[in-house]
């Protein structure tokens, strides 16, 4: 090794190490829930509460989709740090199949239920939660929740026979809910070091619908504290030199890549916190509402994405 790659390999782990050191809103949140990751905590178990802060007006609604499933658990913590960085309300969701009498699965969802709101309130307690066990098919009762939701978060179960898209509850939800939608995929969860400080990556095409995705990953950004890339594949398409400019305090990246949309976002989604793409699709007889990018990437991203509406 030269004596020039020594000083760039030194240099590049100076600035890893000031990007693990950097706290932002979104880092400061995902930490905290981060060092506490275990779901099935004894009952003595003492959460680590969030710093105090100020009382913010609640505008908005986050809904979760809950199972006992590490996709679920996993979704929940997603949604309350969402809650948190907008100052939103919080509702936990958990269906349970149609039947009458006593059933013992409820009295277990209710159980998972109050479990999560405690995790929330413990590690997020400026958020204001409720929660509701709902009877009847998961996916179509999740949808009727979803209706009033500014926001829903569901996860995703990965390597399942059944998790061909539209077959398992989330995949369902996020294809016909014509809202923004937040699929968590976080294969390998937990992360390692440096996740808190990704930056968000948004998909950018001349559709019209791009302005509107476009300005919710900028807002996205801000909340969090983190840098925006748009990101934008060229195809056979000459490549531009990359730039940076500034939104409203964000510092965004505009960065063309060769080669189609897929490849080029689930490259990115490697390094990214999530991904932020539009639908695209339009409503047909089943409901479906997604393009084939977006398709695509519920199976294939190695990051949460968000679908905007």
Do not use: K
Not at 249 to 277: E, K, N, Y
């Amino acid at each position: 090794m030269s004596d020039l790659d020594r000083q760039r390999a030194r240099r590049e782990a100076q600035q890893a190490s000031a990007d693990l050191r950097r706290s932002t809103p979104y880092s400061d949140a995902v930490n905290r829930y981060l060092g506490a990751y275990g779901y099935r905590e004894t009952r003595d178990t003492a959460p680590v509460l969030a710093p105090p802060q100020p009382e913010r007006t609640r505008a908005g609604l986050v809904l979760v989709g809950v199972d006992d499933s590490l996709a679920g658990y996993t979704a929940v913590d997603h949604a309350a740090i969402e809650a948190e960085l907008r100052g939103w309300d919080l509702r936990l969701v958990h269906v349970q199949p149609a039947g009458g009498g006593r059933n013992p699965a409820r009295d277990l969802g209710a159980r998972l239920l109050e479990r999560m709101t405690d995790r929330v309130h413990g590690y997020s307690p400026t958020v204001a939660v409720s929660s509701h066990l709902a009877v009847g098919a998961p996916a179509a009762a999740l949808l009727a929740e979803a209706a009033t939701a500014d926001l829903v978060v569901v996860g995703h179960q990965h390597g399942l026979a059944g998790a061909a898209l539209g077959r398992t509850v989330g995949d369902r939800v996020a294809v016909q809910h014509p809202g923004t939608v937040l699929v968590v995929r976080v294969p390998g969860w937990p992360p390692g070091p440096g996740y808190a400080t990704r930056p968000l990556v948004v998909g950018v095409d001349a559709s019209a619908a791009s302005p509107r995705t476009i300005a919710f990953a900028v807002r996205e950004a801000q909340v969090r504290g983190c840098d925006l890339i748009m990101l934008h594949a060229a195809g056979d398409a000459p490549v531009p030199m990359d730039r940076v400019d500034h939104r409203d305090g964000v510092a965004v990246h505009h960065r063309t890549v060769a080669g189609d949309p897929v490849t080029a976002l689930v490259a990115a989604s490697g390094d990214a916190a999530a991904l932020v793409v539009g639908r695209h699709g339009r409503r047909s007889v089943t409901g479906a509402l997604l393009g084939s990018v977006s398709r695509a990437l519920l199976q294939r991203a190695d990051c949460p994405v968000f679908l905007v509406g």
